[in-house]
């Protein structure tokens, strides 16, 4: 769909839903007892409530175009954090490849939650016996990736609290976080890294895509060539 037959059923869609909501408020309500009165206002904040968030959506989909990409900045320093749980090695194995393979100079850091002092000294002996024995899988798939590995005394905090953790002994000028299943394009930090050029700018959120393509989210023309997904609404 072009930008311009899309802007124009927003606006139609936009002056539709207002019309609606005028005529509901002008003609439609029954005032005659306080039952009714409560009934219909309460009838009536529920669907202004739902036209709210059709104008948020409206708002989303006004224009998705990228933005342009912008000259890469040479010579910073980039810190990846894949904070990590419970998650199975198998999953953390394919992200971590991922991020060691990025383009751009950076340190890849491994933050797990999962192998504190806390977890491997737990008083319950199967569960401690479980999270060394993760702790050692994590910690040889670090070794072999060239990434560090990182870990804390508690599990204060539970995400947060592992993320700061790191932060303190860590000097990077630019932070990517993934989750531990997030698996980055080879060309992510130098994508990205160009829009910092603008001082005043805080972070960029990127746009992720999931990769079982038969998802009842989403519609696949391979002949054509074509992918879509609902949560593109979202993340574009």
Known sequence: MSNALRKLLILVIMAVSLTYLVYRGAFTLNLTTT??????MLLLIAEAYGVFCVFLYCVQVWDPSEPPQMPVLEGRTVDVFVPTYNEDVMILRATLEAC??????HRTFLCDDGG???RLNDPDPEKARKARERAGELKALCA???VTYMTRE????????NLNSALRVTDGEF???????HV????????LIGYFADEKLAYVQTPH???NFDSFQSQNDHNARKYWEEGRCFTR
């Open 100 to 105: 060691v393979r990025m383009d751009y100079p």
């Open 35 to 40: 039952y009714a009165v409560v009934a219909s």
């Open 175 to 181: 932070l990517i976080i993934l989750d531990a299943d």
């Open 116 to 118: 504190t002092a806390q």
């Open 154 to 161: 508690k599990n204060e905090h539970a995400k947060a609290g």
């Open 184 to 191: 980055p394009e080879p060309h992510f930090i130098t994508r």
């Open 144 to 146: 072999e990736l060239g």
């Open 209 to 211: 895509a999931f990769y």
